[in-house]
């Protein structure tokens, strides 16, 4: 058996109203769901990143980091910042070979937005 790709990451949120606004700032696309919605599906590039909806007593903590590779990382910084969003730093080269910045979201959970030098 081969995996063939990633199809999906759900992320959870206590106000999915604010996680909507906060993705479509930076340009996702909604496919499934919306604000009011209990959970919804933004597309990433070929694959989803969806968001549910949990209850206010329902806490979470560190679980790593989604990384999305972008057309243009420093426009997608300038998007953001426009949006008036606070990545945690300017995009920089990385020693891994590539271009990244990355933030945490409303709800905690860390992202990067990437893209190989070569």
Known sequence: ???????????????????????????????YGGPEAPFTTLLAG???????????????AWWGRA????????ETYRRAVAAGL?????PADAAWGGRDFHWTDPDGHELSFARPLT
Do not use: K
């Not at 070929?46 to 979470?60: C, F, I, K, S």
């Not at 606070?86 to 300017?90: N, T, V």
């Open 46 to 60: 070929g694959g989803h990143l969806n968001l549910v909806a949990e209850a206010q007593e329902r806490r979470w």
């Open 86 to 90: 606070e990545p945690e730093a300017e």
């Open 67 to 74: 990384i999305f590779h972008v057309a243009s990382v420093d």
């Open 1 to 31: 058996m081969t995996i063939e790709s990633l199809s999906a990451v759900t992320l959870a949120t206590h106000d999915m109203a604010r996680a909507v606004r906060f993705y479509e700032s930076l340009g996702f696309e909604i496919t």
